[in-house]
C-alpha cells in the first residue's frame, strides 16, 4: 500500500503562488503514474497535473501556471501553482498509480488510473 502525504495548501490572493508536496512511502515513481487532482464542493475530482515516465501532462485551465515536479531520489512530488485565481480554490489530492503496459499519456489525468490517494490539502484563493 502506497502512502501519500501532502502538505503546502493555504490561503491566498489571486494573482499568488503556492508549491504543494508530496511525500510518498517507497521508491515507486519509476513504475507510477504521480499525479495530483482536486475537487470543490459539488464537482467531480479533476486531474490537474501528472508525471509519468519522464513525461509531464496539464489539465487545460492550469497549462502554464502550474508545474509538476519531482526529486531525485524519488519520494517527493510537488505541485508549483503560480498566478491563482479564485477558480483554483478546492482540495487538491497527490495520487499514485501503478503503471500497466506502456506509458499512457491519456490515462495520466484520469482518476481511475490512481489507487492510492492522500488525505488532500486545501487550497483558497481570494479575489
Known amino acids: 500500500q502506497v502512502q501519500l502525504v501532502e502538505s503546502g495548501g493555504g490561503s491566498v490572493q489571486a494573482g499568488g503562488s503556492l508549491r504543494l508536496s508530496c511525500v510518498a512511502s517507497g521508491d515507486l515513481f519509476g513504475n507510477y503514474y504521480m499525479g495530483w487532482f482536486r475537487q470543490s464542493p459539488g464537482k467531480e475530482r479533476e486531474g490537474v497535473a501528472a508525471s509519468f515516465g519522464g513525461m509531464a501532462d496539464y489539465a487545460d485551465p492550469v497549462k502554464g501556471r502550474f508545474t509538476i515536479s519531482q526529486d531525485n531520489a524519488k519520494t517527493t512530488v510537488w505541485l508549483q501553482m503560480n498566478s491563482l485565481q479564485p477558480e483554483d480554490t478546492a482540495m487538491y489530492y497527490c495520487?499514485?498509480?501503478?503503471?500497466?503496459?506502456?506509458?499512457?499519456?491519456?490515462?495520466?489525468?484520469?482518476?481511475?488510473?490512481?489507487?492510492?490517494w492522500g488525505q488532500g490539502t486545501q487550497v483558497t484563493v481570494s479575489s
Open positions: 495520487a499514485a498509480g501503478r503503471r500497466s503496459g506502456a506509458w499512457a499519456r491519456y490515462r495520466a489525468l484520469q482518476t481511475g488510473t490512481y489507487k492510492s
